[in-house]
């Protein structure tokens, strides 16, 4: 008896250990409108805890009222080890080339999740990422909440600033 419930335990802490840590923040735009100007900062202390690869993925909630087939933005890693990386772009498929929505919806909004890459962070390192989009109109309607999720071990705590 005493030994399968250390078997047990073994096994619980190893599988408590290899789980992934998943970590969202999310900014809510004012009025559900994207303004070129709104550029938003996550902050994510103690990011590469472990020497860890982090996987990240852009999280959007928008509706109808979006004008485009997809979302430009660029993706700033702006941590002091970083500055001289330049911004990456992406494009969000908002819609398929056959004009069906992405996304899995909840009412009146959709929510797309889009992975951008990962990201190698040193151990203790403070992650600070930067979103804004890269369109030509200055003000995007029908984009609620702009987010990033990124998934890896460890314990983390995010802030906004």
């Known amino acids: 008896m005493l030994r399968s419930s250390n078997i047990f335990l073994v096994t619980f802490l190893l599988v408590l250990c290899a789980c992934d840590d998943v970590r969202f923040h999310c900014h809510h735009t004012l009025g559900g409108e994207w303004s070129y100007s709104d550029t938003l900062l996550f902050a994510c ?16 909630r928008c509706n109808s009222d979006y004008p485009y087939r997809e979302l430009w933005i660029a993706l700033e890693n702006v941590s002091e080890e970083y500055s001289e990386i330049p ?3 992406f494009s ?3 819609y398929s080339v056959q004009g069906v929505p992405n ?7 959709r929510q797309l999740s889009i992975p951008v890459g990962n990201l190698d962070v040193p151990s203790n390192d403070t992650l600070l990422l930067r979103i804004y989009p890269i369109m030509n109109d200055d003000v995007l309607p029908g984009i609620y909440n702009v987010g990033i999720k990124l998934v890896g071990c460890g314990r983390h705590q995010y802030e906004e600033n």
């Open 103 to 109: 996304g899995a919806t909840a009412g009146l909004l």
């Open 92 to 94: 969000l498929p908002i």
């Open 45 to 60: 202390y103690g990011a590469g805890r472990g020497d860890k690869e982090l996987s990240a993925n852009v999280e959007l």
């Open 87 to 89: 911004a990456d772009t």
